[in-house]
């Protein structure tokens, strides 16, 4: 999992995949963080993808650093304890001002993971969390 988040965070825009009427939806998010030793991530409750997510948490996420590329198949679960969003809070100041009451921050664990690597070279490797 360290793996998969420390290169996350090198990217710093990763893509994240979801489906909704059978139709592929693709989208930038840039913020992931580690709790209770869970790798997670946040979009906001009016957001498209978070109803697209809560209908189907199936997801993957692509990312690339220029040379190496990762590709993360997972299952997105909510998590409803506030008190992850303070992590977000703060490693990213400038989301207390992007969520509210209109539109409050929603948390996922993504667990059930595969995380596979694939490096400039043509050599890949892969785990799971």
């Known amino acids: 999992m360290k ?5 996350l965070k090198k990217c710093t825009v990763f893509y994240v995949a979801t489906a909704e ?23 906001g409750k009016a957001k498209d993808v978070f109803h697209q997510i809560m209908s189907n948490p199936k997801i993957e996420i692509v990312a690339c650093d220029g040379e190496n ?36 921050m929603a948390i996922f ?9 694939f490096y400039a070279d043509g050599s890949s490797d892969s785990t799971n969390f």
């Open 21 to 43: 009427n059978n139709i592929p939806h693709l989208r930038p998010f840039g913020a992931v963080e580690i709790w209770q030793d869970k790798l997670i991530v946040q979009t």
């Open 109 to 117: 664990a993504l667990t059930k993971a595969t995380a596979s690597f």
């Open 69 to 104: 590329w990762l590709r993360l198949h997972c299952i997105a679960e909510f998590v409803e304890d506030e008190a992850a969003k303070s992590v977000f809070y703060a490693e990213y100041p400038y989301l207390e001002e992007t969520y509210d009451e209109g539109n409050p």
């Open 3 to 7: 793996k998969t988040y420390n290169f």
